[in-house]
């Protein structure tokens, strides 16, 4: 079950990302970041869906909802996606948590280009 809105508009909501959404990411990230390919396979697209859930979903001594976040558009699909991972530092002897962005990445045919300004205010 997808998490509650963050940022509702006219052009989409966004919300941090779900288990549902693992597949529809992993496939954006391949069409944008491994462009070699013509057809993505399913294989492909499953193997980087698991390894998505891992590193944004369950996260090693990590609990809570994921950093990460998706948009999605009017008619339900997936127009970008924003990685976040969640890090914690020490500094003389306080714990402090962080954030360290990965990828940031829309869908042109999906989003009409406001998926980067949602993502980036919410």
């Known amino acids: 079950m997808a998490a509650p809105s963050v940022l509702e508009s006219q052009h989409g909501s966004v919300r941090p990302l779900a288990a549902e959404d693992l597949e529809r990411v992993a496939a ?60 914690r530092y020490e500094l003389n002897g306080a714990a402090l948590n962080a954030a360290i962005i990965g990828p940031f990445m829309a869908d042109p045919g999906a989003d009409h280009g406001s998926a980067g300004p949602q993502l980036l205010r919410a």
């Open 28 to 87: 954006l990230f391949l069409t944008k970041f491994r462009r070699r390919r013509r057809h993505l396979p399913d294989r492909a697209i499953a193997e980087t869906a698991e390894y998505m859930g891992k590193i944004y979903l369950d996260p090693a001594g990590q609990s809570g909802e994921s950093n990460a976040l998706v948009q999605i558009n009017p008619q339900g699909d997936l127009g970008g996606f924003l990685g976040v991972l969640k890090a």
